[in-house]
């Protein structure tokens, strides 16, 4: 966790905004009609020798000499646009939580916090503390987005902002997001979370380009939600809870690969064997949202719920 | 399901008292711990098994034995230090790792019997006065390489040792497993194989391991024991795996699509039922007007 980079150490370089690009298109739209001076600007673009003239983030018109201009490597947000909305192709993401390892560590929830730039009572992923009926025995849940394949959540969005990919991820394009939040509405999993005050940090993430994969910068006003960590997916690594668990809870792959890989122990198992030989199920299925996160029940459990030395919820109840 | 979305805030702090409890509690360990009788001559090959058991099922909290990397916030300490390896013996480790205590779990009925001697004696072999039997074989001699059979699937894999002088003979006896490269790990394919006396083993490749759209897959081969023989390992690329048809899902007329996948008749016929409905209502208030022009 700590050794991986923020998004805004990555990517921090000045840059517009698609707002604030809109807000200039508008404004160079307006010159136009207007009609005075719009004309000779156009030879500004032209080359002249050895310098060339190039149109600097502020929007003003700079001169620097040609050996100076190099490419640069980063994706801008344009290709992260494009690329976030169509997903690696041949891909279905799939990941498989444990129960029965789970120890209520929370590690997963503050290397998701730290990588996507929320506050820490703002969650992608939560871990719950689950009480059901009578004498059985609490656990910890964790859980993200569903992913779900057939998501209520993208079907509800009027501008299109939160969509589905190829390979199987639900996201959120801040920049679209009008905040209308019906998606939250939507989503009976209550994966998602609304931006009401200012992000954590937001001065120091002000100047990073937005990129969809991990909905950084955070926007006041607009939804946001766990994304499989899209970001180090493309990057062929795991997502960010997964490889921060230290109790081997998560399991990752690929269901085309029909393997998944411990973000702990680095095992790769058999997809299909793992859920069948666990007795996997799947929240909601009723509602057939068809979820592409998996449960393995919570049994055999290596850190049972303990409250005065109870692992009964009844007695906790009544002491 | 009700419950399903309830977090608890007050998790953190049950955690903190869980953690207070474990800290201030001692390990009793009986008398009688330390006179148990081991169950097997300790061997190296146990130790191997033993060590890929600890690292399944004890490596979170403690990290490997002698490298520091346990985890001292629940007191998990290195099994591998002098200062422990002298306060423990096998009977007391395997008691302590049998019932538990606090944040270390108990394995009874989490591992066989068998499984739990080898931990121990994989702990223990970090005693120097622990004495273990058997043959240990040089890791850094062994090569492993495999030829491909495609008519029948088939992997013929030859494991050898090369000896002081440099010359190669055939390791009898070596467990091999096969591997296939998947995105985040090599996923262990089929039963391990164990050479002859020619040094190698035959292996049948199933036919269900999904490939990529032209059934490519990359096939790794290693010793299983990798202590005793080395991490050498082998690979190829074949296209032995199934045949990938990837459907895009986007593509596909959903209700979650998006707006560019709109059928044109539904299109069309939304277009319509909306603009007769707005022309209607313009046309009668165009009439209402009409009536008080008419009107005055
Ligand atoms: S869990 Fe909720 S937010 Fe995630 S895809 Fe399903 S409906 Fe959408
Ligand atoms: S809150 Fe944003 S993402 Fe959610 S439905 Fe409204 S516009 Fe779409």
Same mark, same amino acid.
């Given at each position: 966790?700590?050794?991986?980079?923020?998004?805004?150490?990555?990517?921090?370089?000045?840059?517009?905004?698609?707002?604030?690009?809109?807000?200039?298109?508008?404004?160079?739209?307006?010159?136009?009609?207007?009609?005075?001076?719009?004309?000779?600007?156009?030879?500004?673009?032209?080359?002249?020798?050895?310098?060339?003239?190039?149109?600097?983030?502020?929007?003003?018109?700079?001169?620097?000499?040609?050996?100076?201009?190099?490419?640069?490597?980063?994706?801008?947000?344009?290709?992260?646009?494009? &690329?976030?909305?169509?997903?690696?192709?041949?891909?279905?993401?799939?990941?498989?939580?444990?129960?029965?390892?789970?120890?209520?560590?929370?590690?997963?929830?503050?290397?998701?916090?730290?990588?996507?730039?929320?506050?820490?009572?703002?969650?992608?992923?939560?871990?719950?503390?689950?009480?059901?009926?009578?004498?059985?025995?609490?656990?910890?849940?964790?859980?993200?987005?569903?992913?779900?394949?057939?998501?209520?959540?993208?079907?509800?969005?009027?501008?299109?902002?939160?969509?589905?990919?190829?390979?199987?991820?639900?996201?959120?394009?801040?920049?679209?997001?009008?905040?209308?939040?019906?998606?939250?509405?939507?989503?009976?999993?209550?994966?998602?979370?609304?931006?009401?005050?200012?992000?954590?940090?937001?001065?120091?993430?002000?100047?990073?380009?937005?990129?969809?994969?991990?909905?950084?910068?955070?926007?006041?006003?607009?939804?946001?939600?766990?994304?499989?960590?899209?970001?180090?997916?493309?990057?062929?690594?795991?997502?960010?809870?997964?490889?921060?668990?230290?109790?081997?809870?998560?399991?990752?792959?690929?269901?085309? &690969?029909?393997?998944?890989?411990?973000?702990?122990?680095?095992?790769?198992?058999?997809?299909?064997?793992?859920?069948?030989?666990?007795?996997?199920?799947?929240?909601?299925?009723?509602?057939?949202?068809?979820?592409?996160?998996?449960?393995?029940?919570?049994?055999?459990?290596?850190?049972?719920?303990?409250?005065?030395?109870?692992?009964?919820?009844?007695? &906790?109840?009544?002491? | 399901?009700?419950?399903?979305?309830?977090?608890?805030?007050?998790?953190?702090?049950?955690?903190?008292?869980?953690?207070?409890?474990?800290?201030?509690?001692?390990?009793?360990?009986?008398?009688?711990?330390?006179?148990?009788?081991?169950?097997?001559?300790?061997?190296?090959?146990?130790?191997?098994?033993?060590?890929?058991?600890?690292?399944?099922?004890?490596?979170?909290?403690?990290?490997?034995?002698?490298?520091?990397?346990?985890?001292?916030?629940?007191?998990?300490?290195?099994?591998?230090?002098?200062?422990?390896?002298?306060?423990?013996?096998?009977?007391?480790?395997?008691?302590?790792?049998?019932?538990?205590?606090?944040?270390?779990?108990?394995?009874?009925?989490?591992?066989?019997?068998?499984?739990?001697?080898?931990?121990?004696?994989? =702990?223990?072999?970090?005693?120097?006065?622990?004495?273990?039997?058997?043959?240990?074989?040089?890791?850094?001699?062994?090569?492993?390489?495999?030829?491909?059979?495609?008519?029948?699937?088939?992997?013929?894999?030859?494991?050898?040792?090369?000896?002081?002088?440099?010359?190669?003979?055939?390791?009898?006896?070596?467990?091999?497993?096969?591997?296939?490269?998947?995105?985040?790990?090599?996923?262990?394919?089929?039963?391990? =194989?164990?050479?002859?006396?020619?040094?190698?083993?035959?292996?049948?490749?199933?036919?269900?391991?999904?490939?990529?759209?032209?059934?490519?897959?990359?096939?790794?081969?290693?010793?299983?024991?990798?202590?005793?023989?080395?991490?050498?390992?082998?690979?190829?690329?074949?296209?032995?795996?199934?045949?990938?048809?990837?459907?895009?899902?986007?593509?596909?007329?959903?209700?979650?699509?998006?707006?560019?996948?709109?059928?044109?008749?539904?299109?069309?016929?939304?277009?319509?039922?909306?603009?007769? =409905?707005?022309?209607?209502?313009?046309?009668?208030?165009?009439?209402?007007?009409?009536?008080?022009?008419?009107?005055?």
């Amino acid at each position: 966790m700590k050794s991986k980079n923020t998004h805004a150490e990555k990517n921090n370089k000045k840059s517009t905004s698609r707002r604030n690009f809109l807000k200039k298109g508008l404004l160079a739209g307006a010159g136009t009609v207007l009609g005075a001076g719009v004309v000779g600007s156009f030879d500004a673009f032209a080359e002249g020798g050895d310098s060339i003239k190039v149109l600097g983030p502020d929007g003003k018109i700079l001169t620097v000499d040609k050996s100076h201009l190099k490419e640069i490597g980063a994706r801008t947000e344009a290709q992260m646009q494009t &690329e976030g909305r169509t997903g690696i192709p041949g891909r279905r993401w799939i990941k498989v939580i444990d129960l029965g390892k789970c120890r209520n560590a929370r590690m997963c929830v503050a290397a998701c916090q730290h990588a996507h730039q929320l506050k820490p009572e703002q969650y992608h992923v939560n871990v719950l503390r689950m009480d059901r009926e009578g004498e059985t025995a609490p656990f910890f849940m964790p859980k993200p987005c569903q992913h779900c394949d057939d998501p209520p959540c993208t079907k509800v969005c009027p501008v299109d902002a939160t969509f589905k990919r190829q390979d199987g991820l639900v996201l959120i394009d801040n920049e679209r997001c009008i905040g209308c939040r019906f998606c939250i509405a939507a989503c009976p999993y209550s994966a998602r979370i609304f931006n009401w005050t200012e992000p954590r940090d937001a001065e120091k993430y002000k100047d990073v380009e937005y990129d969809v994969e991990l909905n950084v910068p955070q926007k006041k006003g607009t939804v946001s939600k766990c994304l499989f960590s899209a970001d180090l997916l493309r990057e062929e690594k795991m997502p960010y809870c997964v490889t921060a668990c230290p109790n081997g809870v998560y399991w990752f792959g690929d269901e085309n &690969e029909n393997a998944v890989t411990n973000g702990t122990t680095k095992e790769t198992v058999n997809f299909k064997k793992l859920l069948k030989d666990n007795a996997a199920y799947v929240l909601l299925p009723e509602l057939g949202t068809k979820p592409r996160v998996y449960y393995l029940p919570e049994k055999n459990r290596l850190f049972p719920y303990k409250y005065n030395g109870s692992t009964e919820l009844k007695k &906790e109840h009544n002491s | 399901m009700k419950h399903i979305l309830k977090p608890r805030k007050t998790t953190f702090i049950f955690i903190l008292l869980i953690l207070s409890f474990s800290v201030n509690a001692q390990w009793n360990i009986p008398d009688y711990a330390k006179n148990t009788k081991l169950p097997t001559e300790p061997t190296y090959k146990l130790t191997e098994t033993g060590k890929q058991l600890f690292i399944k099922n004890c490596i979170q909290c403690h990290g490997l034995p002698g490298e520091g990397k346990n985890n001292t916030a629940i007191n998990a300490p290195d099994l591998g230090t002098a200062d422990y390896q002298s306060k423990h013996n096998a009977g007391q480790f395997y008691y302590q790792f049998n019932e538990g205590m606090g944040f270390m779990p108990s394995f009874k009925d989490k591992l066989n019997k068998d499984d739990k001697w080898s931990i121990t004696f994989y =702990v223990k072999s970090f005693d120097k006065g622990f004495k273990i039997t058997g043959e240990k074989i040089k890791a850094e001699n062994c090569v492993i390489d495999f030829k491909t059979e495609d008519s029948a699937r088939t992997l013929i894999a030859t494991a050898n040792i090369i000896d002081k002088n440099g010359i190669s003979k055939p390791a009898e006896g070596v467990e091999i497993n096969f591997f296939v490269k998947r995105i985040f790990g090599n996923l262990p394919i089929g039963e391990t =194989v164990i050479t002859d006396q020619n040094g190698t083993a035959v292996f049948k490749f199933p036919d269900n391991i999904p490939g990529d759209e032209n059934g490519k897959i990359k096939i790794i081969a290693k010793f299983k024991d990798s202590d005793a023989y080395g991490t050498a390992m082998k690979s190829a690329e074949l296209n032995w795996g199934t045949h990938l048809h990837f459907v895009n899902p986007v593509l596909e007329r959903t209700l979650w699509g998006p707006n560019n996948r709109v059928p044109l008749w539904l299109l069309l016929s939304f277009l319509i039922v909306t603009g007769s =409905v707005w022309l209607t209502i313009f046309y009668v208030v165009f009439q209402i007007t009409q009536i008080k022009k008419a009107g005055k």
